[in-house]
Every structure is written in C-alpha cells, then in structure tokens.
C-alpha cells in the first residue's frame, strides 16, 4: 500500500476533486499553510496583480487637532505640571512626532513645526541669564504665554466635551408628536345674505294673506324695536327668525322690526345662526344679560 502524502506534497499537486478515505487532506492540514480562503476557496500564492497602496495598512493611534492639542497630550500623559513645564522633555517628544508626520504630509507638518520653533525659542529664553525690566522687577517666565494659551485650550476642549455629552435632536432622542382630539364647540354655518333676503321675502308673502284696508298714521322709532327685540330675545336660547315678526302689525312694523334687528346684528349685540344649509335660521343674544 502506498503511503500517505504529507501536507508539503499534498501542495506540490493539484488536489483531486472531492477526496475521500485515505487519500483526503485534512482541512486543518490545508489552513496551517493557505495565505487566505476566497469564497471559501484556499488561496496558496499572492496574485500577481493584487496592487496595496503603501499607506493601507498604516494605523494612527492618536488623532490631534493641532499643535496645541498635541503639546497638552504630551504634558497630560507624563503628568507634567503644567504651570513648570520641563521644555526640554517636551520638546523632544514633541519634535519626535513632528518628524512622523513630516514624511507623511509636509504641509500638515507646517504648523506643528511653528509650535516646535516656539517651544526651542522658549527653551533657548530659559538657558539666558534672566533681565529685570527698566522698574527693576524680574522679568516674566518665558513658559507663561505658553501655560496661558494652554489652560484656555483646555478649558475649550473640556466646554466641547461636555456639550457633545449633552442630549442632541436626531442624535439621543427624537421628538415625539401626539396628535389629540379636542372637543370644541360646534361652529354652526354662516348666515349669508342671501338667506336672510330670501326668509324676508317668505315672511313678505305671508303678510299679504294678512292685509287690511286700513289708514293709520304711526310714529315707528327703529330705536324703540331694538329694545323690543333684545326684551324678546331675553331668556330664550334661540328664537326662529319668522317668529320675530308680527305680520298682524302690517308691513311698517315688519319694516321697522327688520332693520332694527339688522342694526343689532351690525353692533354684535345679535347672532343669525343656521344648523345647515337651507334649515331655518334662528336669532339669539350676542351677550349673556347680568
């Protein structure tokens, strides 16, 4: 019987289509060795024509916001005092990074390189003999503007921190929108003019099947049926509007009764209220008598 075919010469040829028994390599023999599965095929060689741009695989463990953000990083994580600075440990780390970023891009480097010109500037301050000023006091520490635009920066970062914390619309939460029936009142229909010219001419047309020949010279004040028609409207909710006219008192007083009815309606002291279109149309008071 022949032996077995190790896992280095199970590579050497092209496996048979579904080997069973003896002669089929085991799966753990194939992963111990593949480069990578496509599709669940093992992969033995790199193809020739796979192309990985050079920065794929790069990995940047810190994200800054700048050479300020940067510099505080640094104190921070060396737990510095930052109000006595050691510049030389600083500046260090700090070009030592700035060296990173330069082969990389040059023009994001700029500023930080500014920020390094200041820091060796400081530096170099610091290693001279210290002036007094022209009143004879000491002259200031070169590392104060420097603290000075630090703890503002920090004080922003912090605010920053603290607000992105805060509930957002759209972010935490959303806005919840309830739509709720109210119970109103029912709004009856406008009266139009026309309606009420058209229950004018219905009472006009009864009137006349109450006429009498008679001749009779009678001083109507339009003033004093105003006060009769809120007398009569007192106490009644509603009241149909044919049922104001008394077509016994002949037309004059229908006249009279009509317009005085019109002026309280013109004084908002008066409401011409209908349930639906071609209903009756009812009178009421405008106003709730004390």
């Known amino acids: 019987m022949p032996a077995e075919p190790g896992p280095a010469e199970a590579l050497a040829v092209e496996l048979p289509p579904a080997p069973t028994g003896a002669d089929a390599v085991s ?81 994001l480097a700029a500023d930080y390189l500014l920020m390094a010109a200041m820091l060796i500037e400081i530096k170099s301050r610091m290693l001279l003999p210290p002036k007094k000023t022209d009143e004879g006091q000491e002259a200031e520490d070169p590392r104060a503007e420097l603290v000075r635009r630090l703890l503002e920066y920090e004080q922003m970062k912090l605010a920053a921190a603290r607000i992105d914390q805060m509930p957002v619309l759209g972010r935490d939460y959303l806005r919840a929108q309830v739509t709720i029936e109210q119970a109103i009142a029912p709004r009856f229909p406008d009266v139009e003019v026309a309606d009420i010219r058209d229950a004018w001419a219905d009472i006009m047309r009864r009137a006349k099947l109450h006429q009498h020949h008679r001749i009779t010279r009678e001083q109507l004040s339009v003033r004093e049926y105003m006060g009769m028609v809120l007398r009569r409207l007192q106490g009644e909710r509603f009241v149909e509007f044919r049922d104001m006219f008394d077509v016994t008192r002949g037309h004059s007083v229908m006249v009279v009764t009509f317009i005085a009815m019109l002026e309280l309606a013109r004084e908002r002291l008066l409401e011409l209220t209908q349930a639906e279109a071609f209903a009756p149309i009812y009178v009421r008071l405008a106003y709730q008598p004390s």
């Open 27 to 107: 799966p753990q023999a194939i992963d111990g060795v593949v480069m990578a599965r496509l599709y669940g095929e093992p992969l033995f060689a790199m193809p020739n024509d796979l192309y990985i741009p050079p920065d794929a695989l790069e990995v940047f463990l810190e994200a800054f916001q700048g050479p300020l953000d940067l510099l505080l990083y640094l104190i921070r994580k060396q737990n510095f005092n930052i109000l006595d600075i050691p510049m030389a440990d600083v500046t260090r780390q700090y070009l030592r990074y700035v060296d990173q970023i330069r082969k990389h891009n040059l023009e």
